[in-house]
């Protein structure tokens, strides 16, 4: 079975240092990654994901993401951070198609000036 | 732009009485899931449908029903509300296709007392 390890469950930075937000999968096969947001009260928004190809994904926000297939990691990244990035992130993972998508446990962001 | 609608941002039900949560999609996927979603445990998948009238448990499905009649709409169904169940569901719709993301609408907070 597939899962999706989120490493850390809060990071506290302060506003415009770097933040990197960690995550690994398990899986043998070839796998989608996706990582979403969501601010306080609303639903989840797509960030990036990785289908195939280069290994740095480029979302919104200035966040980007790095597959590394050989330590099954994609962590996210954002070198300056704002205030408004404060929310709650999450890394799923999906293998198959016509399956769902599975969910870390999420990391909580919190920015503070 | 997708747009996922959940009936009811917030419920605040009885035990014991039977719940429904509707959640409709306006760009025809094929999936619909419905998703848990609690404090340090990220999103669980209750249940999800890749068809009308098809659906697939998944990681907690005990207390939980679903229907799906017609594409773009999947019922979350609780069949006698326990304490337990006291949480945000949110709904998230996809296509077939493996390399696609997934669209959620923006929760209903639910309460039973």
């Known amino acids: 079975a597939q899962s999706v390890t989120q490493l850390d469950s809060q990071v506290p930075v302060f506003e415009e240092a770097p933040v990197e937000l960690r995550c690994n999968y398990s899986s043998s096969v070839s796998v989608y990654l996706f990582w979403y947001v969501q601010y306080p009260n609303q639903g989840l928004q797509l960030l990036l994901k990785y289908l195939s190809g280069s290994t740095l994904v480029k979302g919104i926000n200035g966040f980007e993401a790095e597959f590394n297939k050989s330590q099954t990691s994609f962590h996210l990244r954002k070198p300056s951070v704002h205030i408004s990035d404060t929310a709650e992130y999450f890394c799923a993972v999906r293998r198959q198609a016509g399956t769902a998508l599975i969910f870390g446990k999420g990391t909580t962001l919190s920015v503070s000036s | 732009d997708v747009k996922v609608t959940q009936s009811s941002r917030y419920l605040v039900k009885r035990t014991g009485e039977k719940v429904f949560l509707e959640c409709v999609q306006d760009?025809?996927?094929?999936?619909m899931f419905w998703y848990r979603q609690d404090p340090g445990l990220g999103l669980r998948l209750i249940y999800f449908?890749?068809?009308?009238?098809?659906?697939e448990k998944g990681d907690i499905p005990e207390g939980y029903s679903v229907s799906r009649e017609k594409k773009e709409r999947f019922s979350l169904i609780l069949e006698s509300a326990s304490t337990n169940q006291t949480s945000m569901y949110l709904c998230?719709?996809?296509?077939?296709?493996?390399?696609?993301?997934?669209?959620f609408g923006q929760g209903t907070r639910l309460t039973v007392v």
């Open positions: 760009m025809d996927h094929e999936n």
């Open positions: 998230a719709s996809s296509k077939m296709q493996v390399n696609t993301e997934a669209f």
């Open positions: 449908s890749y068809d009308v009238k098809m659906k």
